[in-house]
């Protein structure tokens, strides 16, 4: 029997929550892909044109996109439970995951094993989301306009480095300007392609009443519970301890990750290593090597740094007790205020859901976010297909291209291989992805 405000039952959404989490592999375009498989094309609780709107949102925030996409649809679905077990499946296995190999590395310094399951992993990934940028785009380009904005978004940020926020606002700005050309399709109903509408209507799921009350409280709240751990911290370690630094530091990187994580990984590098020395020069390489080989959204690498750098400056603690201390701490700052800003925010944006200048800019950024979906994934081939890569500069054009000689065959066939599973013989994505570790870490074992 369903809870008041449930339109899926809470135990079946759990169930494919789960499912989902295992499933979260290649950064946020795979995991969109995989959300986007399994919400919208095989169970259709959730229209595409109401998905998008979603993913929109989260788009504009700072902070992993995938994962707040995820407590959004989870709210709408069940509530705010709903939202949290989403938001909370979404990372646990990515940060188990994450704790067991920066544990194994610190400890042995050796990922054989799991170097050899993301071999197979990756081209995997490349076809999942390969398959997602032809769905989404056959369902949201709907008029040449957004076509070009779509390309132009692509370009934008793989030829000319334009800042991923930059990109975003543009869209919108556009879209609004061209809302009378582009058309705003109606909520709920069939798109492009002959899909059918879900099988739960947009007036039936779920939604709050903004007002200021809820809004207070919800803040109130939220920003409690994200800094408690770290003024515990402070009380009990000293504020000048390693917990303390990190908590901070990385409370505020959570609010600058606009564009994803790559965004900000550069700058997380620079603190990690020259003004704190938690890493070693060449550490952060590995630690995103690592964060690439497990589900979930990419800033969990940063519980890497926390676990190598409480694990060399422990205070007065055991090194392996202040280093499962600390990864589990940044892992709660960095990822709580992602529920903050889904659950303060989604009542006032389903609120405008029907206003016709929003849906044009939402309209726009969801060209725009064609493109971003299609160049992480770009990125993503690039990085697993070649083993090397070069920038051509010429003017404002700064386009990363591969070194054709560095070309990995066991991925190019892997990945034909997961292509063809995905494509023609459309397996499910879980199916496709275990094939495909197990074809990785067997050619991995027999060198």
């Not at 992993?121 to 779509?150: E, Y």
């Not at 504020?239 to 959570?254: E, I, K, P, T, Y």
Request: proline share 6%; glycine share 10%.
């Amino acid at each position: 029997m369903n809870r008041p405000g449930d339109v899926v039952p809470l135990r079946e959404a759990t169930k494919t929550w789960f499912a989902i989490s295992l499933m979260t592999f290649g950064g946020p375009a795979g995991q969109i892909a995989v959300m986007q498989h399994k919400l919208v094309d095989e169970k259709r609780w959730i229209g595409q044109q109401r998905f998008m709107h979603a993913l929109n949102y989260c788009m504009l925030l700072p902070g992993p996109e995938a994962q707040q996409l995820a407590i959004y649809t989870g709210w709408l679905l069940n509530g705010s439970l709903g939202g949290l077990i989403a938001g909370f499946l979404f990372v646990l296995p990515g940060m188990l995951a994450m704790l067991a190999l920066s544990a194994v590395y610190i400890g042995a310094g050796s990922t054989t094993v799991v170097s050899g399951l993301f071999a197979g992993l990756a081209p995997a990934v490349i076809a999942i989301v390969v398959h997602a940028v032809r769905r989404v785009s056959s369902r949201a380009l709907h008029h040449p306009l957004l076509v070009a904005m779509a390309v132009a978004s692509f370009v934008a940020l793989s030829a000319f480095a334009v800042p991923f926020p930059v990109v975003i606002l543009l869209a919108g700005v556009i879209g609004w300007l061209l809302r009378d050309l582009i058309g705003v399709a109606p909520p709920g109903h069939a798109v492009a392609g002959g899909v059918p509408p879900p099988l739960i209507s947009d007036d039936a799921l779920h939604h709050d009443s903004p007002s200021a009350r809820r809004s207070l409280t919800i803040l109130g709240v939220g920003l409690v519970l994200w800094f408690a751990p770290v003024a515990v911290a402070a009380a009990i370690f000293s504020r000048d301890s390693v917990f303390v630094d990190q908590g901070l530091f990385f409370s505020g990187a959570a609010v600058v990750t606009f564009g994803g994580a790559y965004a900000v990984l550069s700058y997380v590098a620079h603190q990690a290593v020259v003004v704190y020395g938690w890493l070693a020069p060449g550490e952060m390489v590995k630690g995103l090597a690592l964060a690439e080989t497990t589900p979930g959204p990419l800033i969990m690498v940063v519980q890497f740094v926390a676990f190598v750098g409480a694990y060399r400056n422990p205070g007065s603690l055991d090194p392996w007790v202040a280093a499962v201390l600390a990864s589990l701490l940044v892992t709660w700052v960095t990822f709580v205020p992602c529920f903050l800003f889904i659950f303060l925010g989604a009542p006032y944006v389903e609120r405008l859901r029907a206003n016709r200048h929003l849906g044009a800019a939402l309209t726009g950024i969801t060209a725009a976010v064609v493109g971003v979906i299609a160049d992480l994934a770009v990125f993503f081939a690039l990085h697993n297909l070649f083993d090397a890569a070069r920038s051509l500069r010429w003017g404002p054009v700064d386009l990363e291209v591969p070194v054709l000689s560095s070309w990995d065959p066991v991925a190019f066939a892997l990945t034909g291989v997961a292509l063809t599973m995905v494509f023609w013989l459309r397996w499910s994505t879980l199916r496709v992805l275990g094939v495909c570790a197990v074809l990785g870490l067997a050619l991995s074992l027999l060198g």
